[in-house]
């Protein structure tokens, strides 16, 4: 299940994780794109009791924060990227627990709204993700999750992901799922999907020098597609789903 390389590789990448992900002029504009989306998003939560999973260095939680949360409990697998998110964070409505999607550290029926970004893709077990969110979220709580999906306009990017089992230049488990993998393991977990949001991204092969202009302004011209048309096309999608 990959979960001791994710927690190995990401402990040690903790360190420099925002340092080297969103400093090119296209992972900056990526950052405050996403960002800006799910803080759009984050309106149709409750965000009295929210659980985060895969945290990294809080770059979410805080959104999440600064759109009202009351209490986001953080959960990630590696203690590395939790110090970061807490030393970065410093919000006492934000608790830290080291733990796994795949076994929550958080009783049944125990939060209003669940929410985990650029996860899935290091997860094989979509059922197991989609279970747990399911049993944590209280009656009617939503999820919000994103997943690259290689069925996509990228899926050049995703095939060889998905047949390296790795991230372009990094030593971690990487996988672009299908959207009906998704959609079947969400519909199986009993959660009701309420939407898919499609968002471009330049993705890090090709974010560098002018290759990575050319993309960067091609990938922002695409994440202004009509919403329908975007969520079909686009890498990434971000799906609200009711539990
Ligand atoms: C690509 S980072 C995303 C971080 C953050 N959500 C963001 O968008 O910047 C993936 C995060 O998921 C965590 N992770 C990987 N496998 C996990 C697992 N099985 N359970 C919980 N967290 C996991 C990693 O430690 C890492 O912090």
Not at 132 to 160: C, H, N, Q
Not at 190 to 206: C, D, M, N, Q
């Amino acid at each position: 299940m990959h979960e001791s390389s994710n927690r190995d590789f990401y402990s040690k990448d903790s360190v420099t994780y925002e340092a080297t992900r969103f400093t090119t002029a296209a992972g900056q504009d990526d950052h405050n794109r996403l960002m800006s989306c799910l803080a759009t998003l984050s309106d149709s939560l409750d965000l009295t009791d929210v659980v985060e999973v895969g945290v990294g260095t809080g770059r979410v939680t805080r959104v999440l924060l600064a759109q009202g949360a009351k209490a986001v409990r953080c959960v990630d697998i590696a203690p590395g990227m939790l110090k970061v998110a807490e030393e970065t964070t410093a919000d006492p409505r934000a608790r830290y627990i080291e733990g796994s999607a795949y076994d929550l550290p958080i009783g049944d029926d125990d939060c209003s709204s669940f929410v985990s970004v650029n996860l899935l893709t290091h997860l094989d077990d979509l059922d197991q993700f989609w279970r747990e969110a399911s049993r944590v979220l209280r009656p009617g709580g939503m999820a919000l999750v994103t997943s690259t999906k290689v069925d996509s306009l990228y899926f050049p990017f995703g095939v060889i992901a998905n047949r390296r089992g790795l991230a372009y230049g990094q030593n971690v488990y990487t996988v672009w799922h299908r959207r009906n993998a998704q959609l079947g393991a969400i519909a199986r977990a009993g959660g009701k999907l309420e939407s898919i949001t499609g968002h471009f991204y330049t993705p890090r092969a090709v974010d560098k020098g002018p290759v990575g202009r050319v993309f960067h302004v091609i990938t922002r011209l695409l994440d202004r597609l009509p919403s329908r048309l975007r969520a079909r096309l686009a890498p990434m999608d971000i799906y609200l789903v009711r539990f």
